[in-house]
């Protein structure tokens, strides 16, 4: 096998353990945040909680499907029917959490499998991209609007994604460190 069918094999292997990984890691993080929910008072049950049961308009969406419903209506040219708001929440909540796993398994995969700093790097990044993007979509305040214990509490919920994506990453590659 030459090097670049090498190279493109480790990429592929990569990215599609990262998407499993992602998703291990997204439903980790949603354990947190829901634990949390109903450490506050939340009555809904797992289910419906983690897939939007309550998400009947646009008004009622998270910041993904708020996103997502700003995609739709640049594709369709028009605003989407509030049927769509529960589907585009989780559609858009699970893929971005896919999603980072894609991109940290496809560098992770050709860097050193004994990189703790990358392996510690997944989390914070994705929560500082969060208030990058969000922001300029108009979907977040900036991050200096937000108060110490709300941006802790977030960072420490994707904390919890990049240890649990990077840990299942390393099961998944048998990655040894």
Same mark, same amino acid.
């Given at each position: 096998m030459?090097?670049l069918?090498? +190279? +493109?094999r480790?990429?592929?292997?990569?990215?599609?353990?990262? @998407?499993?990984? &992602?998703a291990?890691g997204t439903?980790?993080?949603?354990m947190?945040?829901y634990?949390?929910?109903r450490?506050d008072g939340?009555e809904?049950?797992?289910?419906?909680?983690?897939?939007?049961g309550g998400v009947?308009t646009?008004?009622?969406a998270?910041?993904p499907?708020?996103l997502g *419903?700003?995609?739709?209506?640049?594709?369709l040219?028009? *605003?989407?029917?509030d049927?769509?708001?529960?589907?585009?929440t989780?559609?858009?909540?699970w893929a971005?959490?896919?999603?980072w796993g894609? *991109?940290? &398994?496809?560098? +992770?995969?050709?860097?050193s499998?004994?990189?703790?700093?990358?392996?510690l790097?997944?989390?914070?990044?994705?929560?500082?991209a969060?208030?990058v993007?969000l922001?300029?979509? &108009?979907?977040y305040?900036? @991050?200096w609007?937000?108060d110490?214990?709300?941006?802790?509490k977030?960072?420490s919920a994707h904390?919890?994604?990049g240890?649990?994506? +990077?840990?299942?990453?390393?099961?998944l590659t048998?990655?040894?460190?």
């Amino acid at each position: 096998m030459s090097p670049l069918c090498r +190279a +493109a094999r480790s990429l592929a292997l990569g990215a599609a353990a990262g @998407i499993a990984a &992602g998703a291990v890691g997204t439903a980790a993080m949603d354990m947190l945040l829901y634990q949390r929910y109903r450490r506050d008072g939340g009555e809904d049950s797992l289910w419906r909680w983690e897939f939007a049961g309550g998400v009947t308009t646009w008004d009622a969406a998270s910041a993904p499907g708020q996103l997502g *419903q700003k995609v739709e209506r640049f594709v369709l040219h028009r *605003q989407p029917a509030d049927r769509w708001a529960r589907t585009t929440t989780n559609v858009v909540h699970w893929a971005t959490g896919i999603g980072w796993g894609m *991109q940290y &398994g496809a560098v +992770a995969i050709r860097l050193s499998r004994r990189s703790l700093l990358g392996r510690l790097a997944l989390g914070p990044v994705a929560w500082l991209a969060s208030y990058v993007i969000l922001p300029l979509a &108009g979907v977040y305040e900036p @991050i200096w609007k937000y108060d110490a214990k709300t941006l802790a509490k977030d960072l420490s919920a994707h904390l919890v994604y990049g240890a649990v994506t +990077a840990a299942a990453f390393a099961a998944l590659t048998k990655e040894n460190s």
